[in-house]
């Protein structure tokens, strides 16, 4: 079982990117999908959650109304949008699937990339 994200990259502030998060041995229709950021010397956070039973999402306080979790049955892929980049997003970026209709605590996640790099810098 194996995800990968892409869609990382270098932007300016206010910029925008799509991170996208896809896997080939499984449909990730059956899996609640989370994304998660890890900057140097912090802990890792979840910032956005898409369940797998009725699509309901979550966003924390810090990127509500910035980004955006949704789902591509068709391409078996789950993209994050992110609008108005701040220099504080900058991050690992990470997806991680869960085998459970609920978003849950990060050690309920079953499944990790390898991380997609942003980095909000002028």
């Known amino acids: 079982v194996q995800l990968v994200e892409s869609g990382g990259g270098l932007v300016q502030p206010g910029s925008s990117l799509r991170l996208s998060c896809s896997a080939s041995?499984?449909?990730?229709?059956?899996?609640?999908i989370g994304w998660f950021r890890q900057a140097p010397e912090k802990e890792r956070e979840e910032v956005s959650c898409?369940?797998?039973?009725?699509?309901?999402?979550y966003y924390p306080d810090s990127v509500k109304g910035r980004f955006t979790i949704s789902r591509d049955h068709a391409k078996n892929t789950v993209y994050l949008q992110m609008n108005s980049l701040k220099i504080e997003d900058t991050a690992e970026y990470f997806c991680?699937?869960?085998?459970?209709?609920?978003?849950?605590?990060?050690?309920?996640?079953?499944?990790w990339g390898q991380g997609t790099q942003v980095t909000v810098s002028s």
């Open positions: 991680a699937a869960r085998d459970d209709p609920d978003c849950g605590y990060e050690y309920e996640y079953d499944y």
């Open positions: 898409i369940s797998s039973s009725d699509g309901s999402t």
């Open positions: 041995e499984f449909s990730l229709d059956f899996y609640t």
